[in-house]
């Protein structure tokens, strides 16, 4: 009887991994492996084992600049989402009293999740930009008598578009962490002679960093594999951790974009781990 | 704490209700400027003040082929996300069961799940560049884009569906088989339409997530842009409100999607509270 139970169960869960298998586990295999291949041009993809794309990458002054400001973003872009996620969350679930609103409210925050990126991109242009809405107004207000040239094609417009996009990603989570604290533990927490910010601070903080890390691991991965926010929204002044694997791209050189999508991934992958060791994500999603 | 009660709200509550208002609009307000500026007429720019209104601009975006092949993005798009909701809903409400019990791997396909979604989606795009390279396979919207997309909407399912059957009582359906109703029966008349709304939102979360989809198309569709890919060659060479009114046309095809996903929902539980 058990065993045909779990014979189900393997064959029910099979198609996910099937599709997984073949368009995930394959391709980043594949990546690894052309790593180390050889660069030839006219040719492509030269079987080899080789350092070269490895060592090339990682003595490039250019590269390491790159990531420095990659990681730059990432941290602003992170405490900026993680503080509007946590307060935002705590507006929901603890201070609007009827649940429906509540519901309401959040789905207010997530609709735009389910539309295109790229035009909620776009669509600070004509805000942020030399002749767009915020400094038509500066110049009408007398605030400014040239127009504001940082709004746009800046780092600013930058981080603007990713906490535009990206914030989401931070609200969910917490909100679901926070949704399952008991009402009662806060009231018992205050009974106890907790200030308001001692019960923030030692109840729902805590509480809800399955949700903050979460979210921390989606905005990491976002901003640290992005190409396409900073290169529209800095006008191409600023590039990103990414910007070699394009140029690259664009010479066929797909060994050496290889080798940068592997080091980017193993990036990525180490704060992902170190952020689930701090939290066991798992066990609190079984809860 | 002092929230609950029915009291006087604390000033935090004005604070964060300021803050939460801000964000709305913050969130909202840019987009709200593009579908504005779409409606422009014919000498309008890509900023205020708005010159006249028409719908000059979206008959320019499927008038003659002077703003790419918007129409034929579209005629792929919309196919691949109807698509990926079919298979998103069958496969990981399928795959949902077979994680309620554990199994010896059980874990391991969990991760592997989470890893697909964290992924750059550069590196997979890249890495289903190279696997055709491999196979010597060309890349197309209908076979390794649409598997793109799969490594994206699938875990998003899976996880939906791991919250649905977490509050899915068994008892329901122990008493469906203590009634003498067979494994098929009790799946069509008790399980599915418990789950149902849960069901609705993997669709919404397959098709959307598709429809949008960018970083992991990019190398994977072919020469055949679908509809994200076409926008981000336009950001770069189409400099007129042609680009809103496109934002406009795709918000609104999103937001039909949504309202269907929402009002559906909405609709079953009320007539499951009425009966009930």
Known sequence: MKSTRSLIAYLQVAPLFVVLFLFFIVPLALVVVVSFYRYQVMVGLVPDFTLKNYVEILTSATVWKLYFSTVKFTVTVLVITGVLGFWISYFLVFHIRNLLTAIGLFLVCTVPFWTSNIIRMISWRPVLGKEGLINSALLDLGVVDQPVQWLLFSDFAVVVAYVHLYTLFMIVPIFNAMARIEPALLEAATDGGASRWGVVWNVVLPLSKTGIALGAVFVVTLVMGDFFVVTVMSGGLSGSATSGIFNDLKFLNYPRAAASAVILLIIVLLIATAIFRLVDVRKELAR | ?276
């Open chain 2, 1 to 276: 704490m002092a929230e609950k009660s029915y009291g006087k709200r604390p000033w935090t509550f004005y604070v964060l209700a300021a803050l939460f208002t801000a964000f709305v609009i913050f969130l909202y307000a840019p987009m709200i400027v593009v579908y504005i500026l779409s409606f422009q007429g014919p000498t309008g720019g890509l900023v205020f003040p708005l010159r006249g209104v028409s719908l000059h601009w979206f008959d320019a975006l499927f008038g003659q082929a002077r703003t790419g092949d918007v129409g034929g993005a579209f005629s792929r798009s919309l196919p691949l996300a109807l698509i990926v909701l079919l298979v998103t809903v069958l496969i990981s409400v399928t795959a949902g069961f077979a994680f309620r019990r554990r199994f010896l791997g059980s874990g391991l396909i969990f991760y592997v799940a989470v890893a697909s979604l964290i992924v750059p989606g550069l590196v997979l795009s890249i890495g289903i560049l190279v696997t055709l390279k491999f196979l010597d396979l060309p890349a197309r919207w209908f076979t390794s884009g649409l598997g793109a997309h799969l490594s994206w909407t699938l875990p998003f399912g899976l996880l939906i569906m791991f919250a649905v059957l977490g509050r899915f009582n068994p008892a329901y359906e122990e008493a469906a088989y203590d009634l003498g109703a067979n494994k098929w029966q009790s799946l069509r008349h008790v399980i599915i339409p418990i789950l149902f709304p849960g069901i609705i939102a993997v669709a919404l979360f397959g098709f959307t997530l598709s429809y949008d989809e960018f970083p992991r198309s990019w190398l994977a569709v072919g020469s055949k842009n679908t509809l994200p890919i076409e926008i981000w060659t336009m950001t770069t060479n189409v400099t007129s409100p042609a680009l809103y009114a496109l934002g406009t046309v795709t918000t609104v095809i999103s937001f039909t999607a949504i309202a269907i996903a929402l009002g559906s929902i909405a609709y079953i539980q009320r007539r499951r509270s009425r009966r009930g």
